[in-house]
């Protein structure tokens, strides 16, 4: 089970990393920069930011539990294992999800400010 759970996690992780650009990143523009932009870029990051606090820990207790359940089905020690990498994936699935709805509303936030953000 271990063999194949750490397997499993090492891929969901990869997978969780891919395509996720940061709120931090630089916007891409399809046109002009307008007056406000810099004010209303401000505001938006700082209101994405916000977006998802507490998800990372709920997906990291979520994938703990699941983990641990299926370690369970052969052993307590597999248990444990099953736990920890568990948390460790739903955390990082967690974090990756986060990044990219804040990365959305960051985006959405400019776009309904007028200024030409692209996705």
């Given at each position: ?48 930011r916000q977006v998802g606090r507490d998800h990372t820990q709920k997906s990291a207790a979520l994938g703990g539990v699941g983990g641990a359940l299926v ?49």
């Amino acid at each position: 089970m271990t063999g194949k759970f750490l397997t499993l996690t090492a891929s969901m992780l990869l997978l969780a990393a891919c395509d996720t650009v940061p709120v931090d990143a630089p916007l891409q523009l399809n046109g002009a920069v307008g007056a406000s932009f810099d004010s209303d870029e401000a505001q938006c990051r700082s209101q994405a930011r916000q977006v998802g606090r507490d998800h990372t820990q709920k997906s990291a207790a979520l994938g703990g539990v699941g983990g641990a359940l299926v370690g369970a089905t052969e052993n307590r020690d597999k248990a444990a294992v099953g736990l920890v990498l568990g948390a460790v994936t739903g955390a990082a699935i967690g974090d990756a999800q986060v990044k990219q709805a804040q990365r959305d509303y960051l985006v959405r936030c400019m776009q309904q400010a007028g200024h030409p953000v692209v996705a």
